[in-house]
């Protein structure tokens, strides 16, 4: 079956460090990337859409400015978290479905935890 | 815009017994999907069944089987036989149809417990 894998599964960074975390599609061609952001006891809220080859759309709200995302391959979207604060951090998890399939589930990454201390 | 609505923050179950996980949802739209996801401690998310707008028939999958009403809106899961591997956060979702782009809107979650 399709999977997604995204690293790292969990980081800890420093304050006004930045963090980057990749989404492969390990055995499809994934065109569209969508990242979502879960806070404990919360629902996922899309954060953003990632396209292959062009800007990514960002949910009113969401910094594009601070959460950078590049999607340069069919398999592969990165959410690249700038100057990180203690506030950002949560669960951030990825998901596609194969090209073409647009009516298939998604498939989701296992997330990655991200600590800013 | 659409919205998924979970009313059950926290629900409860015996062991084998069976439960309802309620969700209603609104859109303008006649073409759509309907989902439920589970999410265990793991935090990983795992389709538990999808059902189409188009299809009158209420989706089945093993243990699980939904209860579609698309005039009310309202897409409720059921759990029969509940086992302990069922304790999870439940979210309904919603997409609709066609379109590379189409969002996946999630409801709030309902935490299921099982109760052995």
């Known amino acids: 079956g399709a999977v997604v894998s995204q690293h790292p599964s969990w980081v800890i960074c420093k304050s006004g460090t930045s963090v980057k975390i990749e989404c492969r599609s390990l055995?499809?061609?994934?065109?569209?990337m969508f990242w979502y952001r879960q806070f404990p006891k919360q629902s996922l809220m899309l954060m953003a859409t990632s396209n292959e080859g062009s800007k990514a759309t960002y949910e009113q709200g969401v910094e594009k400015d601070k959460f950078l995302i590049n999607h340069a391959s069919l398999t592969l979207s990165t959410l690249t978290v700038t100057s990180a604060h203690p506030e950002d951090s949560s669960f951030y998890i990825c998901?596609?479905?194969?090209?073409?399939?647009?009516?298939?589930?998604?498939?989701f990454g296992n997330g990655t935890r991200l600590t800013v201390t | 815009a659409q919205t998924v609505t979970q009313s059950q923050p926290e629900m409860s179950v015996q062991e084998a017994e069976t439960v309802t996980l309620s969700c209603t949802y609104d859109?303008?739209?006649?073409?759509?999907?309907l989902f439920w996801y589970k999410q265990p401690p793991s935090r990983q998310m795992i389709l538990v069944i999808r059902?189409?707008?188009?299809?009158?028939q209420n989706a089945t999958e093993n243990r699980f089987s939904v209860n579609f009403q698309k005039a009310a809106k309202s897409f409720s899961l059921k759990i029969s036989d509940s086992q302990l591997g069922d304790a999870a956060m439940y979210f309904c979702a919603y997409r609709n149809y066609g379109g590379a782009t189409n969002k996946l809107i999630f409801g709030t979650g309902t935490l299921l417990a099982v109760q052995p």
């Open positions: 859109t303008s739209e006649s073409d759509y999907y």
């Open positions: 998901s596609a479905f194969l090209s073409g399939a647009y009516n298939s589930p998604l498939h």
């Open positions: 059902q189409e707008a188009y299809k009158q």
């Open positions: 055995d499809f061609q994934a065109t569209t």
